[in-house]
């Protein structure tokens, strides 16, 4: 099928090269002209795992232009792929999504499957759909479908292949759409949910806000743990054993961050809130993950009585590892938040960068140089390559001894037997 994806960000970029890796022409839209130079250069803008090797082995069913003009005609399916980030009073910015509309509006001159994939509050496909009406598209040339995606980044290749569910909301009255869906992901074997267009948004918002909720919940429970001795981690793998449970999002540390589940669970709260409905527990969940922080800078504040000669060792700025992604990182928090303090922080990080750092923050090129002369080096993003260092070799180039584990991914026992003191919170 010939395909438009509008929005070339981390989700767009995926949906096209796995849409392309199906045998589809997949045609990616972007104004951001510096992002697609790179595409049809041969660089892709983001970090992704397997993304380049994905575009590169799919180029001649891959197109990249800034221009909505050069490919829609010949497209029977559009995703709508932009951004939707959270406004100042955390509800939802739908403004791409309405620069998309008015684009899109005036160039639909044959039928189109409309895929909304961004994430938007429940009401907005519907509210896409009538805007078009507005705006004169006659209904016969198109219907509007919700399609969320459940990607993760660093593993959104795998998680798009590997669908555990395809969510697909559909417009009463629709009676097309869902085997235009089922042939676009022809190869992808995974059960449909079908749905109205609100129950594939509320799907969405609400898988988030659980994933969110199962994270404060350990976190809020990692603090008991640190009051009890007791090893959070003992806690979770305990509960996790309960497949009502599951082991899956039970890692305590310093919060969850990204690009989704701080904007998902506000703009849920906003949501219920605009329905005069208290979301109680969705406030617990952004207040224990708000202040989860602190508990690990008061922590660090019981290990050194004066910060201002101090040199600390931050490894990680990423909001999770494999993705270059800083946004709402709690890495880059703690680290600003620590910056405060006024000690020297080294930060490394495989990938992300930090954008504008405190003047007593300088990130540096490899662990060896971040860790060098460190009175306490800091585990702030669960990278593989900081779970696998060489503790005696760290030791020897640090001048404390202090590993702070703000992820809980460090075994204790290999940290100790070199010398070096694991601190952690609720680590018994
Ligand atoms: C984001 C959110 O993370 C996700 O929850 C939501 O479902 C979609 O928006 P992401 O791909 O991470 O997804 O966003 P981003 O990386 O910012 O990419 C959005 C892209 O859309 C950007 O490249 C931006 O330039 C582009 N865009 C935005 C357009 O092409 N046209 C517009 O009018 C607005
Ligand atoms: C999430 C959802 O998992 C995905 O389904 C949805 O499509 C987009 O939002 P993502 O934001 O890429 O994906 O990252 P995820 O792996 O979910 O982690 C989110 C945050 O929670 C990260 O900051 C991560 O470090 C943190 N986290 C995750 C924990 O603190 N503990 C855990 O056990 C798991």
């Given at each position: 099928?010939?395909?438009?994806?509008?929005?070339?960000g981390?989700?767009?970029?995926?949906?096209?090269?796995?849409?392309?890796?199906l045998?589809?022409?997949?045609?990616?839209?972007?104004?951001?002209?510096?992002?697609?130079?790179?595409?049809?250069?041969?660089?892709?803008?983001?970090?992704?795992?397997?993304?380049?090797?994905?575009?590169?082995?799919?180029?001649?069913?891959?197109?990249?232009?800034?221009?909505?003009?050069?490919?829609?005609?010949?497209?029977?399916?559009?995703?709508?792929?932009?951004?939707?980030?959270?406004?100042?009073?955390?509800?939802?910015?739908?403004?791409?999504?309405?620069?998309?509309?008015d684009?899109?509006?005036?160039?639909?001159?044959?039928?189109?499957?409309?895929?909304?994939?961004?994430?938007?509050?429940?009401?907005?496909?519907?509210?896409?759909?009538?805007?078009?009406?507005?705006?004169?598209?006659?209904?016969e040339l198109?219907?509007?479908?919700?399609?969320?995606?459940?990607?993760?980044e660093?593993?959104?290749?795998?998680?798009?292949?590997?669908?555990?569910?395809?969510?697909?909301?559909?417009?009463?009255?629709?009676?097309?759409?869902?085997?235009?869906?089922?042939?676009?992901?022809?190869?992808?074997?995974?059960?449909?949910?079908?749905?109205?267009?609100?129950?594939?948004?509320?799907?969405?918002?609400?898988?988030?806000?659980?994933?969110?909720t199962?994270?404060?919940?350990?976190?809020?429970?990692?603090?008991?743990?640190?009051?009890?001795?007791?090893?959070?981690?003992?806690?979770?793998?305990?509960i996790?054993?309960?497949?009502?449970?599951?082991?899956?999002?039970?890692?305590?540390?310093?919060?969850?961050?990204?690009?989704?589940?701080?904007?998902?669970?506000?703009?849920?709260e906003?949501?219920?809130?605009?329905?005069?409905?208290?979301?109680?527990?969705?406030?617990?969940?952004?207040?224990?993950?708000?202040?989860?922080?602190?508990?690990?800078?008061?922590?660090?504040?019981?290990?050194?009585?004066?910060?201002?000669?101090?040199?600390?060792?931050?490894?990680?700025?990423?909001?999770?590892?494999?993705t270059?992604?800083?946004?709402?990182?709690?890495?880059?928090?703690?680290?600003?938040?620590?910056?405060?303090?006024?000690?020297?922080?080294?930060?490394?990080?495989?990938?992300?960068?930090?954008?504008?750092?405190?003047?007593?923050?300088?990130?540096?090129?490899?662990?060896?140089?971040?860790?060098?002369?460190?009175?306490?080096?800091?585990?702030?993003?669960?990278?593989?390559?900081?779970?696998?260092l060489?503790?005696?070799?760290?030791?020897?180039?640090?001048?404390?001894?202090?590993?702070?584990?703000?992820?809980?991914?460090?075994?204790?026992?290999?940290?100790?037997?070199?010398?070096?003191?694991?601190?952690?919170?609720?680590?018994?």
């Open positions: 099928m010939n395909i438009c994806v509008i929005g070339s981390y989700v767009g970029l995926t949906t096209a090269a796995v849409l392309a890796e045998g589809h022409e997949v045609n990616c839209i972007d104004k951001n002209k510096q992002k697609i130079d790179m595409l049809n250069n041969g660089k892709v803008p983001i970090y992704e795992p397997g993304l380049k090797e994905l575009i590169d082995k799919n180029y001649n069913r891959l197109t990249f232009t800034d221009s909505l003009d050069d490919y829609i005609k010949r497209a029977s399916v559009v995703f709508i792929c932009v951004g939707t980030p959270s406004l100042q009073d955390g509800s939802t910015d739908l403004s791409y999504i309405e620069a998309v509309i684009e899109l509006a005036n160039r639909i001159h044959s039928y189109k499957t409309i895929v909304t994939k961004s994430t938007v509050p429940p009401g907005t496909n519907e509210w896409i759909y009538n805007k078009l009406l507005e705006k004169g598209v006659s209904p198109f219907n509007i479908v919700s399609n969320p995606e459940f990607l993760r660093g593993s959104a290749i795998h998680d798009m292949f590997h669908a555990d569910k395809i969510v697909v909301g559909l417009r009463s009255g629709d009676h097309q759409s869902l085997t235009v869906l089922q042939k676009i992901y022809t190869g992808i074997n995974a059960p449909y949910v079908i749905t109205s267009l609100n129950g594939a948004e509320m799907i969405k918002y609400a898988s988030n806000a659980f994933l969110a199962k994270i404060s919940f350990i976190n809020e429970i990692s603090r008991i743990c640190e009051a009890f001795q007791v090893d959070v981690n003992d806690v979770a793998k305990g996790g054993l309960d497949p009502r449970i599951g082991p899956h999002f039970l890692q305590a540390g310093l919060g969850y961050g990204g690009s989704c589940f701080p904007k998902d669970v506000k703009s849920l906003r949501t219920a809130l605009s329905k005069n409905i208290q979301p109680y527990l969705l406030q617990a969940v952004q207040t224990v993950n708000e202040t989860q922080i602190d508990i690990y800078i008061e922590k660090l504040k019981t290990l050194f009585s004066d910060f201002t000669n101090l040199k600390i060792a931050v490894l990680g700025i990423a909001f999770k590892a494999n270059d992604d800083t946004r709402y990182s709690p890495a880059e928090r703690f680290i600003r938040h620590l910056s405060q303090l006024d000690c020297e922080i080294h930060a490394y990080d495989p990938q992300a960068k930090l954008q504008n750092p405190p003047r007593n923050v300088m990130q540096k090129e490899s662990i060896t140089a971040a860790i060098r002369d460190a009175d306490c080096v800091v585990i702030a993003t669960d990278w593989n390559e900081f779970k696998q060489d503790w005696l070799e760290v030791k020897q180039l640090m001048k404390g001894t202090i590993i702070f584990d703000a992820r809980n991914c460090l075994e204790r026992s290999k940290i100790e037997k070199h010398g070096l003191h694991y601190v952690g919170v609720g680590r018994g």
